[in-house]
């Protein structure tokens, strides 16, 4: 018999990976060409060719002892001295190895930062809508998620109702923006108001606030959007990364966690963080993908194939009468469904063979999510689909 909680964890299954197994048997059904599959972030641009020559190098030229074997729980001491030495270039900061984590993609990343962080009863503030598998991710280690809800049109989150929602139980907010699934980028204005917040939080419940930067998606920006640095904002800033997106490669399982050294407890942290890769069953990230990344740190994709999609799917649903959020990075695109439930919505979409992601499973009703990371010509051919859609919801 498996567990109450793994019980209830299968009930409340994501909704993304339902929608990408409904895909593949509708396209068995109908050809995948006639399927529009907008549910999962899985990336369709191919890897710049650097990352191919450089696996295939790797395994030429190091031992096979050093590249299939075991290793600091924390990663190759040469890779993370590359991580430290990107950010030190980027951002003119003086990070060491000792500052980084390679972990299991962000994911990983976040389940050993919560691991490392949490007790029992500890409260995650998020901010609505947020990458649903955070709920997991929490809970796991026993925390409370905190919602703080929507915002729309501009989707920045209320600072006074975060500043509301945040107690002596705070023990982290998670940032993430580029966002999964507005794609709203946080400007600098709006994160200086948050981090003053928790600044005034911490003085006021004695405790460390630590906000953890979920930044899968950092590289995919469009036109003048910025990337804030938080750790120059903000010294309690730990932050994830991974190279699912940036070089599409969601299933190698490659990322880290930046610790800067202004971080409160910063060595406890560390260790924290090393144990935590071990004893989660990780032990390490995979070495291959280490000593990739070691190559490949300032490789990035070209997101130009996405920067196209976008416009095609915003300018052709503009004209249909759908209203959305205007991306500026990552690559979704937020719409507003025309009719109150989100799920019927995404139900209706289904008939059209588009499939598409409630904003439910983001914490937020009354949206739905299209992953535009496919091909061209699954975009340019859901426009027809697109536009019985909404002839059927009355838009034109
Ligand atoms: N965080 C966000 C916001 C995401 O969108 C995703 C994946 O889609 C992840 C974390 C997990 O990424 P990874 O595949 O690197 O574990």
């Known amino acids: ?14 909704a993304i990976r339902e929608m990408f197994e409904e895909g593949k048997r509708l396209a068995e059904i109908y050809g995948k060409e006639n399927v529009f599959d907008f549910s999962l972030g899985n990336p369709s641009v191919k890897p710049p060719q650097s990352v191919n020559q450089s696996i295939k190098d790797i395994v030429d030229e190091t031992s096979e002892i050093e590249l299939h074997g075991y290793m600091n729980n ?3 001491s ?17 990070y060491g190895e000792k500052n980084v984590v390679m972990t299991v993609g962000a994911a990983g990343g976040l389940n050993v930062v919560l691991k490392s962080l949490l007790n029992e009863g500890d409260e995650v503030v998020v901010f609505c809508p947020y990458f649903g598998e955070y709920r997991n991710y929490i809970d796991n ?7 703080v809800p929507a915002n729309p049109p501009t989707f920045l989150p209320d600072l006074d109702v975060t500043e509301k929602l945040l107690t002596s139980k705070t023990k982290a907010v998670i940032v993430n923006s580029p966002n999964n699934p507005t794609g709203v980028v946080y400007d600098k204005e709006f994160l200086t108001g948050l981090v003053s917040t928790l600044d005034r939080a911490q003085k006021k419940w004695g405790n460390a606030i630590y906000l953890i930067s979920d930044e899968p998606y950092r590289e995919i920006v469009y036109g003048d959007a910025k990337v804030e640095f938080l750790p120059s904002l903000y010294d309690n800033t730990i932050v994830g990364y991974s190279y699912s997106k940036s070089l599409s490669l969601p299933g190698e399982r490659i990322g880290y966690l930046l610790i800067p050294d202004t971080c409160t ?3 406890e942290l560390i260790a924290s963080c090393n144990v935590a890769t071990r004893i989660l069953g990780f032990v390490n990230a995979p070495s291959l993908q280490q000593k990739l990344v070691e190559r490949c740190v300032e490789e990035t994709c070209d997101i130009t194939p996405y920067s196209d999609n976008k416009n095609i799917l915003t300018e052709g649903l503009k ?6 959020v205007n991306p500026q990075g990552a690559f979704y695109l937020f719409v507003k469904s025309p009719i109150e439930d989100d799920k019927e919505f995404c139900r209706i979409a289904k008939e059209y063979n588009l499939l598409l992601v409630p904003g439910s499973s983001f914490g937020c009703k009354g949206y739905v999510r299209i992953a535009y990371c496919v091909s061209k010509d699954t975009v340019v051919g859901s426009m027809t689909q697109f536009e019985k859609l909404a002839k059927r919801m009355n838009l034109i």
Do not use: C, H, P
């Open 265 to 267: 407890d910063f060595e």
């Open 74 to 76: 924390s990663g190759f």
């Open 1 to 14: 018999m498996i567990s109450q909680k793994m019980k209830k964890m299968i009930a409340t299954s994501s």
């Open 319 to 324: 004209k249909l009468g759908f209203e959305y």
């Open 141 to 147: 280690y026993g925390g409370k998620i905190v919602e």
């Open 78 to 94: 040469s890779t993370r001295a590359a991580v430290a030495g990107y950010f030190n270039k980027r951002y003119g900061t003086t």
